[in-house]
């Protein structure tokens, strides 16, 4: 099928009664179809009949150029698809080596806060009685008891294992460092000045916070 390049629907209708038809109507009347008059309706009446046909096929024309034209979009879709995930691929194995590669360009940054106040450390045997819920003295709380645990956490001697009796009665091996140093002076709670009161109080109501102590536990302590 010729493919048509003028719209045939812009088409306009000759007028075949002019000079310029006359050899045409001439050629109908020699044939004896018409007179000149019905031979101009007749020329005029083929032309409608072909151009009817021609818009026709300009339809079918349109309508194949769109297919065509969704088909390469299609295609032009898909394609371009298939290179984004080609892209990802590469880009997420090239994030996988340099993860492999450079580790401690990935860790985590910590968003804890950086703690204004002095940070306190306790000794292993005040932790130790937190732990279990069990008395522990005030005096590891004051500045002093600070300043032991802090010379003990500092030094560089073994401390070994000991044996203790647990709550059952039964004898466990526990690090020596936490158990209370019968050499170091301990002052009783009913002994502390009042100034040390204030320093180891606080303290130790965030230190049971810290192991979890039942919150009417924690509340006893600081309404006393």
């Not at 007749?42 to 769109?66: F, G, I, R």
């Not at 010379?151 to 466990?172: A, T, V, Y």
């Amino acid at each position: 099928m010729a493919i048509l390049l003028d719209n045939p629907n812009d088409a306009i209708i000759p007028d075949f009664t002019t000079g310029e038809h006359r050899a045409a109507r001439a050629r109908l009347i020699a044939d004896s179809i018409a007179n000149d008059a019905s031979a101009a309706q007749l020329l005029a009446a083929l032309w409608t009949m072909n151009n009817n046909a021609a818009k026709d096929t300009w339809a079918e024309q349109v309508q194949e150029a769109a297919r065509t034209a969704e088909e390469a979009q299609r295609l032009a879709d898909e394609e371009e698809q298939q290179r984004q995930v080609a892209l990802e691929e590469e880009q997420e194995a090239a994030h996988k080596e340099d993860h492999k590669k450079n580790k401690a360009k990935f860790i985590p940054v910590s968003t804890t806060k950086i703690p204004t106040g002095p940070i306190v450390i306790p000794s292993h045997y005040a932790v130790r009685k937190l732990k279990a819920g069990e008395y522990c003295e005030l005096h590891y709380f004051t500045n002093v008891g600070l300043a032991d645990a802090r010379k003990n956490l500092l030094s560089s001697e073994p401390k070994g294992m000991i044996l203790l009796p647990s709550e059952d009665g039964q004898q466990i091996w526990v690090n020596a460092d936490e158990t209370r140093d019968t050499k170091s002076a301990i002052t009783r709670d009913e002994n502390l000045s009042w100034e040390q009161f204030n320093e180891a109080a606080p303290r130790m109501i965030i230190a049971m916070k810290q192991h979890e102590w039942p919150k009417d536990h924690v509340d006893m302590h600081v309404q006393f």
